[in-house]
């Protein structure tokens, strides 16, 4: 179902008759429409990089803020506390007092509010204040979001260099080859149905391909820097990502065969006109795909190639300046555009949720869905998974791709044939806004999602039970006692 | 490929100090290791031979600065072995108790910074966090946050401030639900036992003989604690254990089994003020003034030449010794040699041969969980 | 109550072990006695006064048939003013910790009323008195306690004391380009500007001397 926003359409047309119409009669007659395709993806390509690079603002501010918060470095309210800050750093402490005709007696009620409910207040322990403003749903509000900028221009004005062993022409080639091939999978990534950069028709493949050209760019950075750490670093690197390059397109491969096409907005649309989205007809291959993606974009539980505990910075330490920069960029960037093809894959792109049945159109143009979306899936997958995981060895994740990760994705595909071929109702398809119900499955409407989410679940429930209690016990602290201990029970009252 | 050494150099942010250790390396696989210790050498054994029996206490707590306490209670005790100082009980007890939460703020130190090189970046500013709260506890006692100057040759230098007792108590009861907290977030996640399962064996009669003590060994399943086998201060009169970690395999023990220990030794220690504070003679809430005979009593100065002390203690990372000889300068005021035994500086050349054949990822795990501090083994 | 070893069962256990080296080394140069400290709380522990030359059979005794498994803390001493034979001096505190063999799944489990006598842990200290002279010599231990390799170690590099049969001997707390012969821990090396009366009256160091700049004194 085509999102109702279409930019595409929109310049495309309009150009192509501008055009047309002012090259009519001039020797650049014959070019009119190619000139004013040109400058229609010009300007989308500007519109979907320029929308991508200011919503990453989101991204990276989600990913500090909820780090934060886990580690309960912040209270609930100190980001409200710290708006104001005056000379020699003095907060203003309650500063919405000061502001004129009492507009900030709301403000001082959301503070108080806070701190009842997340702060300390709630809990018996007035000794213990110094440590923190506990509580598990802490508020912070907009201080911080341009933090990344400040960042982005502080690496701007740092020094260059460049070692001097070094293989100066591929420590320099290095960067380029990773942003760049970043930078243009987000011109192939619709945003919608009508906002992208460009549409082939097999732009799955085209864009995965130029994911994988990333690996080589890594892998040059570590050996050029003449560094032994970095070369480690390159080296691990280069083995994890292709090791999950494989799970990663298999379980792609799987969406696009469930889809019936290589387009990623075909995908989406068959979601919508089928009736129900991959998520729930593929658990085990979206699960597949956000580990091959946590792996392929380098982030902690996988981030062996840049630990800093061994490595400092891995691969990436003799770069400094801009090129550190953006190759930090890139590597968000990455997780970016790995969330919004979460999105699109599984989650139904820019459709709302609940979309067939609603009665009439969407109201919220699709680019904000698939937003939402992508932004859902890296605050709940993505950094949750940094904040609470240490870091696999990099021979384990190596065993990890090669040994388990790859006979599921086999699995997938499998699964994905079957349920194509036999319990896909393909008469069923209805590109109308309230969709189809091409999954039915004997009569119970979506009963092949349902089964298999119903399954799946099974089978996760039945793996988070099955635990062997007594090797838990026998690993378990033994206190060797002499006499039976005293009447205090650790960590009891 | 061929083997190339690495230098995980002085300035690493694995090594927790400064510290070398060069590794073979042949592709992954450590096939050889070197230690290279001394970059802190600060000369404190020849530095001491100048100063006055109390004038070298503050030194005693710069030796291993995360762990203050423990070190100046352990040259206090050599200092009254050679002076033959008596201490009074309730000064015992206030000694016993800042030990404690010396080592409780040790342990947090040694989780913080074992977590973020595990690759658990939350633990670091979890474990600060709740070191605060004994930092505080501590500078009640002893002035400073980290180098506290607070015991004295026959008593303590001031005693337990009034109310200290009551936050004490809170704060060792609020932190008993955080090492829940802790084993919740750590033994639960199989990343975290796949890192440390099966990873830097060491059996216990290797590392005796190797001279390795503390925590390293109890993980090992021996039953050995400086506190009940060379026993001082008050430790008998309190309730405790001994942490021990049975290994499950003849291997020995791996770095799971010191974590483990060192996590229980945290609940021992919780148990151990709980029981103090209410034992503790003279009363929780009462303030004695400084110099007061309840907290210290008048030792002798001076110590005649041929006279000898030493002692044995269990410091946060294994068996610390302090040998004094006395009839030193001044007539005897200072001692004639004064020789630090730190388990660290015999730990260090062990565990870098130990880590051959592991892989370099391996490195921060079996080091790390051997918890180096490397003031005291330079000294 | 923690574990409890009695002060009896200990006391018996060290005047058994000092009599064992006495019967066992009557011929001469070794002298053990069991010692208490000042401090009635802690522990009796044994002195063993013995002479370079008989160290080593003692210390093979001490592993082999005491069951001291463990090398503690190797300390040497100088002592310029001293009597003639006792110009240096080495102390090596060790330790005997009995271990069961720890087999997986077996449980160690120390019982005060099912400790024997040589199961008691038991602490020991080994004096060592050398002639004066430039060139101290003491024979090492370092095949038979792993822990006294390092031990030793130091003590050359700080004191200067050589261990006959050492392997590998090298600097480990001062750096390793130090003058040969140059050991700190020697009574004729002075402290500069750190010894009291100079710290004390001249905090900021106004009084150094230029050419002591940039070292580290």
Same mark, same amino acid.
């Given at each position: 179902?085509n999102?109702?926003?279409?930019l595409y359409d929109?310049f495309?047309y309009k150009?192509?008759?501008?055009?047309?119409?002012l090259?009519?009669?001039?020797f650049?007659?014959?070019s009119?429409?190619?000139i004013?395709?040109f400058?229609?993806?010009m300007?989308?390509?500007?519109?979907?990089?320029?929308s991508?690079m200011?919503?990453m603002?989101?991204?990276?501010?989600i990913?500090?803020?909820?780090?934060?918060?886990?580690?309960?470095?912040?209270?609930?309210?100190t980001?409200?506390?710290s708006?104001?800050?005056?000379?020699?750093?003095?907060?203003?402490?309650?500063?919405?007092?000061?502001?004129p005709y009492?507009?900030?007696?709301?403000?001082?009620?959301?503070?108080?509010?806070?701190?009842?409910?997340?702060?300390?207040d709630?809990?018996?322990?007035?000794?213990?204040n110094?440590?923190?403003?506990?509580?598990?749903?802490?508020?912070?509000i907009f201080?911080?979001f341009?933090?990344?900028?400040?960042?982005?221009?502080?690496?701007?004005?740092?020094?260059?260099?460049?070692?001097?062993?070094?293989?100066?022409?591929?420590f320099?080639?290095?960067?380029?080859?990773?942003?760049?091939s970043t930078i243009?999978?987000?011109?192939?990534?619709?945003?919608s149905?009508g906002?992208?950069g460009?549409?082939?028709?097999?732009?799955?493949?085209?864009?995965?391909a130029?994911f994988?050209?990333?690996p080589?760019?890594?892998?040059?950075a570590?050996?050029?820097s003449?560094?032994?750490?970095?070369?480690?670093?390159?080296?691990?690197?280069a083995?994890q990502?292709?090791?999950?390059?494989i799970?990663l397109?298999?379980?792609?491969l799987?969406?696009?065969?469930m889809?019936g096409?290589?387009n990623?907005i075909e995908?989406v649309n068959f979601?919508?006109?089928?009736?129900?989205?991959?998520l729930?007809?593929?658990?085990?291959g979206?699960?597949?795909?956000?580990?091959?993606m946590?792996?392929e974009?380098?982030?902690?539980?996988?981030?062996m190639?840049?630990?800093e505990?061994?490595?400092?910075?891995?691969w990436?330490?003799?770069?400094?300046?801009?090129r550190f920069g953006?190759?930090?960029?890139?590597?968000?960037?990455?997780v970016?555009?790995?969330?919004?093809l979460?999105?699109h894959?599984?989650?139904?792109?820019?459709?709302?949720p609940?979309?067939?049945?609603?009665?009439?159109?969407?109201?919220?143009?699709?680019?904000?869905?698939?937003?939402l979306k992508?932004?859902?899936?890296?605050?709940v997958?993505?950094?949750?998974a940094?904040?609470?995981?240490?870091?696999?060895?990099?021979?384990?994740?190596?065993?990890?791709?090669w040994?388990?990760?790859l006979?599921?994705?086999?699995?997938q595909v499998?699964?994905?044939?079957?349920y194509?071929l036999?319990?896909?109702?393909?008469s069923a398809?209805?590109?109308?806004?309230?969709g189809?119900?091409a999954?039915?499955?004997?009569g119970?409407?979506?009963?092949?999602?349902?089964?298999?989410?119903a399954f799946?679940?099974?089978?996760?429930?039945?793996?988070?039970?099955?635990?062997?209690?007594?090797?838990?016990?026998?690993r378990?602290?033994?206190?060797q006692?002499?006499?039976?201990?005293?009447?205090h029970?650790?960590?009891q009252? | 490929?061929?083997?190339?050494?690495?230098?995980m150099?002085p300035q690493?942010?694995?090594t927790?100090?400064?510290?070398?250790?060069r590794v073979k390396?042949?592709?992954?696989t450590i096939?050889?290791?070197?230690?290279e210790?001394?970059?802190?050498?600060?000369g404190?054994?020849k530095i001491?031979?100048?100063?006055?029996?109390?004038q070298?206490?503050?030194?005693c707590?710069r030796l291993?600065?995360?762990s203050?306490?423990?070190?100046?209670?352990?040259y206090?005790?050599?200092?009254?072995?050679?002076?033959?100082a008596?201490?009074?009980e309730?000064a015992?007890y206030?000694?016993?108790?800042?030990?404690?939460?010396?080592r409780?703020?040790?342990?947090?130190?040694?989780?913080?910074a074992?977590g973020?090189d595990i690759?658990?970046?939350?633990?670091?500013?979890w474990?600060l966090r709740?070191?605060?709260?004994?930092?505080?506890?501590?500078?009640?006692?002893?002035?400073s946050?980290?180098?506290y100057?607070?015991?004295?040759v026959g008593?303590?230098?001031r005693?337990?401030p009034i109310?200290?007792?009551?936050?004490?108590?809170?704060?060792v009861?609020?932190f008993?639900?955080?090492?829940s907290?802790?084993?919740?977030?750590?033994d639960?996640s199989?990343?975290w036992l796949?890192?440390?399962?099966?990873?830097?064996?060491a059996t216990?009669?290797d590392q005796?003989?190797?001279?390795?003590?503390?925590p390293?060994?109890?993980?090992?399943g021996?039953?050995?604690?400086?506190?009940?086998?060379n026993p001082?201060?008050?430790?008998?009169?309190?309730?405790?254990?001994?942490?021990v970690?049975?290994?499950?395999?003849?291997?020995?023990a791996d770095c799971?089994?010191?974590?483990?220990?060192?996590?229980?030794?945290?609940?021992?220690?919780c148990?151990?003020l709980?029981?103090?504070?209410?034992?503790?003679p003279g009363?929780?809430?009462?303030h004695?003034?400084?110099?007061?005979?309840?907290?210290l009593?008048?030792a002798p100065?001076?110590?005649?030449?041929?006279?000898?002390g030493?002692?044995?203690?269990?410091?946060?990372?294994?068996?610390s010794?302090?040998?004094?000889q006395?009839?030193?300068d001044?007539?005897?005021?200072?001692p004639?040699?004064?020789s630090?035994?730190?388990?660290?500086?015999?730990?260090?050349p062990y565990?870098?041969?130990?880590?051959?054949?592991?892989k370099?990822?391996?490195i921060?795990?079996i080091?790390g969980?051997?918890?180096p501090?490397i003031?005291?083994s330079?000294r | 109550?923690?574990?409890a070893?009695?002060k009896?069962?200990?006391?018996?256990?060290a005047?058994?072990?000092? #009599? @064992?080296?006495?019967?066992?080394?009557s011929d001469?140069?070794?002298?053990? *006695?069991? /010692?208490?400290h000042?401090?009635?709380?802690?522990f009796d522990?044994?002195?063993?006064?013995?002479?370079?030359n008989?160290?080593?059979a003692?210390?093979?005794?001490?592993?082999?048939e005491?069951?001291?498994?463990h090398?503690?803390?190797?300390t040497g001493t100088h002592?310029?003013?001293?009597?003639a034979?006792?110009?240096?001096?080495?102390?090596v505190?060790?330790?005997?910790w009995?271990?069961?063999?720890?087999?997986a799944?077996t449980?160690?489990v120390? #019982? @005060?009323?099912?400790?024997?006598?040589?199961?008691v842990?038991m602490?020991? *200290?080994v /004096?060592?008195?050398?002639?004066a002279?430039?060139?101290p010599?003491v024979?090492?231990?370092?095949?038979i306690?792993?822990?006294?390799?390092?031990n030793?170690?130091?003590?050359?590099d700080?004191v200067?004391i050589?261990?006959?049969?050492?392997?590998?001997?090298?600097?480990?707390l001062n750096?390793?380009?130090?003058?040969i012969g140059f050991?700190?821990?020697?009574?004729q090396?002075?402290?500069?500007?750190?010894?009291f009366?100079e710290?004390?009256d001249?905090?900021?160091g106004?009084?150094?001397?230029?050419?002591?700049?940039?070292r580290?004194k």
């Amino acid at each position: 179902m085509n999102d109702w926003l279409n930019l595409y359409d929109f310049f495309f047309y309009k150009l192509h008759h501008l055009m047309v119409w002012l090259t009519a009669g001039t020797f650049l007659e014959s070019s009119g429409a190619d000139i004013g395709f040109f400058l229609a993806t010009m300007i989308m390509c500007l519109i979907t990089f320029g929308s991508i690079m200011s919503s990453m603002f989101v991204i990276l501010w989600i990913e500090r803020k909820l780090y934060a918060r886990v580690n309960d470095r912040r209270g609930a309210t100190t980001a409200l506390r710290s708006l104001w800050v005056g000379e020699n750093g003095v907060t203003a402490g309650e500063w919405w007092n000061m502001i004129p005709y009492g507009l900030g007696k709301p403000i001082g009620a959301l503070n108080g509010w806070l701190n009842k409910v997340a702060g300390n207040d709630g809990h018996s322990h007035e000794m213990v204040n110094r440590v923190g403003n506990r509580s598990w749903y802490g508020v912070t509000i907009f201080p911080g979001f341009f933090q990344n900028l400040a960042d982005g221009m502080k690496f701007m004005i740092k020094e260059h260099m460049v070692p001097e062993r070094a293989d100066k022409v591929i420590f320099e080639v290095a960067p380029f080859l990773v942003i760049s091939s970043t930078i243009m999978i987000l011109g192939l990534i619709p945003l919608s149905s009508g906002i992208y950069g460009a549409n082939p028709e097999l732009s799955v493949l085209f864009a995965f391909a130029i994911f994988g050209i990333a690996p080589l760019g890594v892998f040059f950075a570590g050996w050029s820097s003449n560094n032994k750490y970095t070369l480690l670093g390159g080296i691990r690197s280069a083995a994890q990502l292709t090791a999950y390059e494989i799970p990663l397109l298999l379980s792609i491969l799987s969406v696009c065969i469930m889809a019936g096409s290589f387009n990623f907005i075909e995908i989406v649309n068959f979601q919508h006109s089928a009736g129900v989205w991959l998520l729930f007809l593929m658990p085990l291959g979206a699960v597949l795909y956000l580990v091959s993606m946590i792996a392929e974009v380098e982030r902690i539980p996988f981030d062996m190639p840049e630990a800093e505990a061994e490595l400092v910075e891995g691969w990436w330490t003799e770069y400094g300046g801009m090129r550190f920069g953006l190759l930090f960029a890139a590597e968000y960037m990455r997780v970016y555009a790995a969330c919004i093809l979460f999105a699109h894959f599984f989650l139904g792109g820019w459709a709302s949720p609940f979309a067939g049945l609603v009665p009439g159109g969407p109201l919220i143009p699709g680019i904000i869905w698939t937003l939402l979306k992508a932004w859902f899936i890296f605050t709940v997958i993505f950094v949750w998974a940094r904040t609470a995981l240490p870091r696999i060895r990099t021979d384990q994740i190596l065993e990890f791709g090669w040994r388990m990760l790859l006979p599921l994705s086999f699995l997938q595909v499998v699964l994905a044939v079957i349920y194509r071929l036999y319990l896909f109702d393909a008469s069923a398809l209805a590109d109308t806004t309230s969709g189809g119900w091409a999954w039915d499955f004997m009569g119970i409407p979506w009963g092949v999602p349902i089964l298999t989410t119903a399954f799946w679940l099974g089978v996760f429930w039945v793996f988070m039970n099955d635990e062997n209690l007594e090797e838990d016990q026998e690993r378990m602290f033994h206190v060797q006692t002499l006499t039976p201990a005293g009447k205090h029970t650790a960590g009891q009252e | 490929m061929a083997e190339m050494w690495i230098t995980m150099g002085p300035q690493h942010p694995m090594t927790h100090g400064l510290w070398t250790m060069r590794v073979k390396v042949d592709g992954e696989t450590i096939t050889d290791t070197e230690a290279e210790l001394g970059y802190i050498h600060r000369g404190v054994e020849k530095i001491c031979e100048a100063r006055d029996f109390t004038q070298i206490t503050p030194y005693c707590d710069r030796l291993c600065y995360v762990s203050a306490m423990t070190w100046s209670h352990s040259y206090v005790m050599a200092a009254e072995d050679l002076l033959e100082a008596e201490v009074p009980e309730r000064a015992e007890y206030i000694r016993l108790m800042a030990a404690e939460i010396q080592r409780l703020a040790s342990h947090l130190m040694w989780l913080g910074a074992f977590g973020p090189d595990i690759g658990n970046l939350t633990l670091m500013t979890w474990c600060l966090r709740d070191r605060e709260m004994f930092l505080d506890l501590l500078q009640e006692l002893g002035g400073s946050r980290m180098h506290y100057n607070f015991p004295r040759v026959g008593g303590v230098k001031r005693d337990i401030p009034i109310g200290w007792a009551d936050r004490m108590r809170a704060k060792v009861k609020l932190f008993e639900h955080r090492i829940s907290e802790y084993e919740m977030l750590l033994d639960e996640s199989t990343i975290w036992l796949v890192r440390l399962q099966g990873v830097g064996y060491a059996t216990a009669e290797d590392q005796i003989n190797a001279g390795v003590t503390g925590p390293n060994i109890r993980a090992a399943g021996v039953n050995t604690d400086a506190r009940w086998t060379n026993p001082y201060s008050v430790y008998d009169q309190v309730d405790w254990e001994p942490a021990v970690e049975k290994p499950t395999s003849i291997k020995g023990a791996d770095c799971y089994d010191r974590y483990r220990v060192r996590m229980e030794e945290m609940r021992q220690s919780c148990r151990m003020l709980l029981d103090a504070i209410e034992k503790i003679p003279g009363g929780s809430n009462t303030h004695y003034q400084p110099g007061d005979e309840m907290i210290l009593t008048k030792a002798p100065t001076r110590a005649p030449e041929g006279a000898t002390g030493f002692s044995t203690y269990e410091c946060t990372r294994g068996v610390s010794q302090f040998y004094l000889q006395g009839g030193g300068d001044s007539r005897g005021k200072n001692p004639y040699r004064v020789s630090v035994r730190s388990p660290i500086f015999i730990t260090i050349p062990y565990v870098a041969k130990l880590m051959i054949g592991y892989k370099i990822a391996d490195i921060p795990a079996i080091m790390g969980s051997f918890d180096p501090c490397i003031g005291e083994s330079d000294r | 109550m923690g574990i409890a070893i009695t002060k009896e069962q200990n006391s018996i256990a060290a005047s058994a072990i000092a #009599d @064992a080296i006495s019967k066992r080394f009557s011929d001469g140069g070794v002298n053990a *006695e069991s /010692v208490a400290h000042s401090n009635d709380k802690k522990f009796d522990f044994v002195r063993i006064t013995c002479e370079p030359n008989r160290w080593r059979a003692v210390a093979k005794w001490m592993r082999y048939e005491g069951g001291v498994n463990h090398c503690s803390m190797v300390t040497g001493t100088h002592f310029p003013d001293g009597p003639a034979e006792r110009g240096w001096e080495v102390v090596v505190h060790l330790m005997k910790w009995p271990i069961s063999n720890v087999a997986a799944h077996t449980m160690v489990v120390h #019982d @005060a009323s099912k400790f024997k006598t040589e199961d008691v842990p038991m602490e020991f *200290e080994v /004096v060592i008195p050398l002639a004066a002279g430039d060139s101290p010599t003491v024979p090492t231990v370092q095949d038979i306690w792993v822990g006294a390799d390092w031990n030793e170690k130091e003590t050359w590099d700080l004191v200067g004391i050589d261990f006959e049969g050492h392997v590998n001997m090298h600097r480990v707390l001062n750096p390793h380009d130090s003058p040969i012969g140059f050991h700190p821990l020697q009574r004729q090396h002075k402290i500069r500007y750190h010894d009291f009366n100079e710290m004390y009256d001249d905090p900021q160091g106004f009084g150094r001397k230029p050419v002591d700049e940039g070292r580290v004194k």
